[in-house]
């Protein structure tokens, strides 16, 4: 039966399919339930489905994200499955405005998956951010690092298998099983609160794992609402916002004048010109960062050709599960 319900046939194209992250992670939508033109509607409140001009669905959308009018965007939700290491897991539960049913391992076996960072990843606790990591990678000692990861993944994995083995009650076996093993939900979130996740966890403040799978979660984002999409980018991901203090400092070099911008010719700010309008160090430092030539900016266009079938992920995880032998 044909369905009535508005539907977008990039996002209908992605429906179901699996996109793999990390070594055994994925990401699919699962279901979407609305798109730009939902934003629009609930917006203006209007009646049935009518049609509407791109450019002005667009213009909407972007005043609406411009000024934080974010209701509208509360009409359109998207619902995935996601698997992922635990300590990824841990970071992404934070956000609690989405809806989550996590797999058991209560009820049912662990597959015994583990994630191992590649080689580009091992590198050393960053001296400037201490949240995270920098430098070359640390070649020398990969084989090591990894080495003693494994040591602690196989005592786990035999303990976990001895004991459901004894029949073990599985919410017990499973306690000393460590962060980096894979688990799996469902997630559903409306857009208003994917996209502040999204901007929390696409950032480069964002630890990298976590940072790939909101990468590809972007790219499906951009096929459900892809007006919304633009407009986030824009104004989140490569906009910015500006402080009172940062505003001082740039009004000192450009000013409006008969509605034109003028450059203040030959003005130059130092650090110590920026501190003396009230801004510490690291504000400072966060000021040229955000005015500094941008880099390439992130591309989340999803490539199809990664995805792959329910079955291959779930095949995976069914021959990683202890093959039981009870006494
Ligand atoms: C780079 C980075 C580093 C982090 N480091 C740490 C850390 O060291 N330790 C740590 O514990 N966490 C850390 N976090 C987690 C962070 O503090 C947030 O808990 C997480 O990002 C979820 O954000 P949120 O609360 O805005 O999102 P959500 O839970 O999705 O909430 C969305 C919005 O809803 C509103 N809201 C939701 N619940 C409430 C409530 N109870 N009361 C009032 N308003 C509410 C808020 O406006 C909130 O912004 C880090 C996050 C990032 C991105």
Same mark, same amino acid.
């Given at each position: 039966m044909e369905t009535r319900r508005p539907t977008n046939p990039a996002a209908e194209e992605i429906l179901g399919r699996y996109f793999p992250v990390l070594d055994h992670g994925f990401v699919a939508l699962v279901d979407y339930m609305g798109s730009d033109e939902d934003v629009e509607r609930a917006a203006r409140v209007s009646y049935g489905y009518g049609t509407r001009k791109t450019s002005q669905t667009r213009g909407l959308i972007r005043y609406l994200r411009r000024h934080r009018h974010t209701t509208p965007s509360e009409m359109v939700e998207l619902k995935f499955h996601c698997a992922m290491p635990i300590f990824v897991a841990r970071q992404w539960i *934070?956000? *609690?405005?989405?809806?989550?049913?996590?797999?058991?391992?209560? $009820?049912? %076996?662990?597959? &015994? &998956?583990f994630h191992r960072p590649d080689r580009t990843q091992v590198q050393a606790q960053s001296a400037s951010n201490r949240q995270g990591r920098s430098g070359e990678p640390l070649d020398a000692i990969y084989g =090591?690092?990894?080495? *003693?990861?494994?040591?602690? *993944?196989?005592?786990?994995?035999?303990? $976990?298998?001895?004991?459901?083995?004894?029949d073990v009650a599985r919410e017990l076996a499973r306690i000393d099983l460590p962060l980096s093993l894979y688990t799996q939900w469902y997630w559903k979130i409306d857009l208003h609160n994917l996209l502040h996740f999204l901007s &929390?966890?696409?950032?480069?403040?964002?630890? $990298? =794992?976590?940072?790939?799978?909101?990468?590809?979660?972007?790219?499906?984002l951009q096929r459900v609402a892809p007006l919304t999409f633009e407009a986030w980018r824009d $104004? #989140?991901?490569?906009?910015?916002r500006l402080s009172r203090g940062e505003l001082a400092a740039l009004r000192r070099l450009v000013r409006v004048r008969d509605g034109r911008l003028e450059a203040q010719s030959g003005e130059t700010l130092d650090a110590?010109?920026?501190?003396? &309008?009230? %801004?510490?160090?690291?504000?400072?430092?966060?000021? !040229?960062?955000?005015?500094?030539?941008?880099? %390439?900016? =992130?591309?989340?266009?999803? #490539? !199809?050709?990664?995805?792959?079938?329910?079955? #291959?992920f779930a095949r995976e995880m069914e021959e990683a599960v202890p093959k039981v032998d009870r006494r």
């Amino acid at each position: 039966m044909e369905t009535r319900r508005p539907t977008n046939p990039a996002a209908e194209e992605i429906l179901g399919r699996y996109f793999p992250v990390l070594d055994h992670g994925f990401v699919a939508l699962v279901d979407y339930m609305g798109s730009d033109e939902d934003v629009e509607r609930a917006a203006r409140v209007s009646y049935g489905y009518g049609t509407r001009k791109t450019s002005q669905t667009r213009g909407l959308i972007r005043y609406l994200r411009r000024h934080r009018h974010t209701t509208p965007s509360e009409m359109v939700e998207l619902k995935f499955h996601c698997a992922m290491p635990i300590f990824v897991a841990r970071q992404w539960i *934070r956000h *609690r405005t989405a809806s989550v049913n996590e797999m058991s391992g209560r $009820y049912s %076996l662990m597959p &015994l &998956l583990f994630h191992r960072p590649d080689r580009t990843q091992v590198q050393a606790q960053s001296a400037s951010n201490r949240q995270g990591r920098s430098g070359e990678p640390l070649d020398a000692i990969y084989g =090591e690092v990894i080495e *003693r990861w494994e040591r602690v *993944r196989r005592e786990a994995s035999t303990g $976990y298998e001895w004991m459901v083995g004894h029949d073990v009650a599985r919410e017990l076996a499973r306690i000393d099983l460590p962060l980096s093993l894979y688990t799996q939900w469902y997630w559903k979130i409306d857009l208003h609160n994917l996209l502040h996740f999204l901007s &929390l966890r696409v950032d480069p403040h964002a630890q $990298y =794992e976590i940072r790939a799978f909101a990468v590809v979660m972007a790219g499906m984002l951009q096929r459900v609402a892809p007006l919304t999409f633009e407009a986030w980018r824009d $104004y #989140d991901v490569e906009g910015t916002r500006l402080s009172r203090g940062e505003l001082a400092a740039l009004r000192r070099l450009v000013r409006v004048r008969d509605g034109r911008l003028e450059a203040q010719s030959g003005e130059t700010l130092d650090a110590t010109d920026i501190e003396r &309008l009230g %801004l510490s160090n690291r504000e400072v430092e966060e000021l !040229l960062g955000k005015l500094d030539e941008p880099g %390439l900016p =992130e591309d989340f266009t999803l #490539d !199809l050709s990664r995805a792959r079938s329910p079955e #291959d992920f779930a095949r995976e995880m069914e021959e990683a599960v202890p093959k039981v032998d009870r006494r």
